[in-house]
């Protein structure tokens, strides 16, 4: 037969980017890529940034040709979404070969048979069975028995056939294939300007800060996370699809400096790249003082613009003074780290303790720089006390008040793969919610959240949660989509009140009020700058 066409649908966030990154889903592009150096005919359907309805745009993608195989990336926190979906391409194209990817399908495949319409589900990394796929495709083969894929047994048993993970080498053709001239990113840059008002921020400086933030693009560099933390996933998702331990892999310094010469080349506009590996620098990191050095010479002969900029998240007892220094001359504005708390018992539950002592003196030292550092934080953990909820709200606000970005998030979101997850001693604190899949009559039900063990924390930490959705409902009704830093200032302003009834000060409510304030957008098109869309 002719080469097999391949339709890939992205992860689909309804709203906006809260349950993903609201750009192109790299993964995806990824795979295409991969497919097309083969000689196949493949397209991304991305349902966050299609014209009109995701659904309706779907279907004239499904009826424009005859798909030979149809993919579904999925996520946790979207599934739902990503079902309807996959049901929808399902009674579109009813003789194309199905197939679910991505995070929640490789950690549950039975899920993924017993609520959606799939024929096969792959495990972990999608190159070799996808290509495979195509292969016996195009011979005529019989499809079972593919290495990384799961499929329907007898009696509803769900056959899994591991795959090895990707080799440096292959990781690094698959990153090479990655067709940055075919991604939409203007549409998303001009999409996230009118989503937070870009031209109604208060000031020049703040307006210029978050267009170097939204014209960005991603980069991913490394192939999994093996840190092991608790309450993560991202660790276990190799893990899952091989059987076993894979090793690290990931590109060195000249290959990311080759991949970012094709990212500026492909999209001119961009001001900043984002490493989007979820550790960019290890304690025993040989790669980062090079590529440092290699971008500044970049820049110096031209090949680079001297503005680019970038962002990555780093691990905290990675850095050092040498370190931040040569990252800082590169053009690393934001550095992220995965602070999650500030108790050294709460970090000690994330199998995180390791990282306590180095919080205070590389916060302090990439201030001093002039870098950003972006702290993603977990206000409780299961065996959180009140004592240990203070103090990271008031952590959280005083690292805000000395100029770092803050991600907060109540409590642990029990990811499928994750230790915490699976914990039997857990699961009376983990709620569950219900899902269903409009247009169907498939509903299950899915945990949403593991709550503080401590009856007193629990429901301090619902109080805050409450309060915060009321506030933050009303806030973007009167200004626009926010961003995590307001959103984190939110949280702590809605956490004074409940916390002092229990006889804790956090920080002082007229400082934070104000300091909102001043972040907010201003409403309405007339603060708005020509030719700035304001949504």
Request: glycine share 8%; with cysteine; aromatic share 8%.
């Amino acid at each position: 037969m002719q080469a097999p066409s391949v339709l890939l649908i992205g992860p689909y966030d309804p709203h906006c980017g809260e349950y993903t990154f609201l750009a192109p889903p790299l993964g995806v592009w990824r795979l295409a890529g991969v497919l097309e150096s083969a000689g196949v005919t493949v397209k991304v359907f991305d349902p966050n940034c299609c014209a009109g309805p995701p659904e309706r745009a779907l279907e004239r993608e499904v009826l424009r040709r005859p798909w030979d195989i149809i993919g579904v990336s999925t996520t946790g926190m979207t599934l739902r979404f990503d079902l309807k979906l996959a049901h929808l391409a399902r009674r579109l194209a009813p003789r194309a070969l199905l197939i679910a990817g991505g995070m929640e399908a490789t950690f549950r495949p039975d899920l993924m048979f017993r609520l959606g319409p799939f024929d096969r589900v792959v495990l972990g990394e999608g190159e070799r069975p996808l290509l495979e796929m195509v292969a016996r495709l195009r011979s005529a083969t019989p499809l079972s028995g593919i290495s990384g894929t799961a499929e329907p047994g007898a009696g509803g048993q769900c056959l899994k056939l591991p795959q090895r993970a990707l080799e440096r080498g292959e990781l690094r053709d698959a990153i090479f294939s990655t067709p940055y001239e075919q991604m939409p990113y203007r549409a998303y840059w001009e999409r996230l300007e009118g989503a937070y008002r870009v031209g109604a921020l208060p000031t020049k400086a703040a307006r210029e800060a978050r267009l170097a933030e939204i014209r960005s693009v991603r980069l991913i560099t490394l192939n999994y996370c093996p840190m092991g933390c608790s309450f993560c996933s991202a660790t276990n998702f190799l893990h899952a699809a091989q059987g076993s331990v894979p090793g690290i892999a990931r590109l060195d310094a000249d290959e990311c400096i080759a991949m970012l010469e094709r990212i500026v080349a492909a999209h001119p506009a961009v001001r900043t790249v984002i490493f989007q590996d979820d550790i960019f620098v290890f304690t025993q990191d040989r790669r980062i003082q090079p590529l440092c050095e290699a971008i500044i010479t970049a820049k110096e002969r031209g090949v680079l613009p001297r503005a680019l900029q970038f962002i990555s998240t780093n691990r905290v007892d990675a850095m050092t003074p040498e370190r931040l220094t040569a990252m800082r001359r590169a053009g690393f504005r934001v550095l992220g780290f995965g602070i999650e708390n500030f108790s050294r018992n709460v970090l000690k539950e994330f199998n995180k303790g390791r990282i306590y002592d180095h919080i205070e003196p590389t916060l302090t030292a990439a201030l001093d720089l002039g870098i950003t550092p972006f702290l993603d934080l977990i206000l409780s953990s299961p065996r959180a006390t009140l004592a240990d909820l203070a103090e990271t709200l008031r952590q959280a606000y005083r690292w805000l008040s000395r100029g770092c970005e803050v991600g907060l998030y109540p409590y642990v979101i029990p990811f499928s793969g994750a230790p915490m997850a699976a914990d039997p001693a857990l699961e009376p604190f983990t709620v569950w919610e219900h899902r269903e899949i409009a247009g169907t009559g498939i509903a299950w039900q899915q945990p949403a959240k593991i709550l503080p063990i401590d009856p007193l924390v629990r429901e301090t930490i619902l109080a805050i949660e409450r309060d915060f959705e009321a506030f933050l409902a009303q806030a973007q009704e009167a200004s626009a989509h926010l961003p995590s830093r307001l959103r984190s200032l939110i949280w702590i302003l809605c956490s004074l009140r409940p916390m002092a009834d229990r006889g804790l000060s956090i920080a002082d409510e007229e400082a934070v009020r104000h300091e909102l304030a001043a972040r907010l957008p201003r409403a309405g098109p007339e603060h708005a700058e020509p030719g700035v869309a304001t949504g």
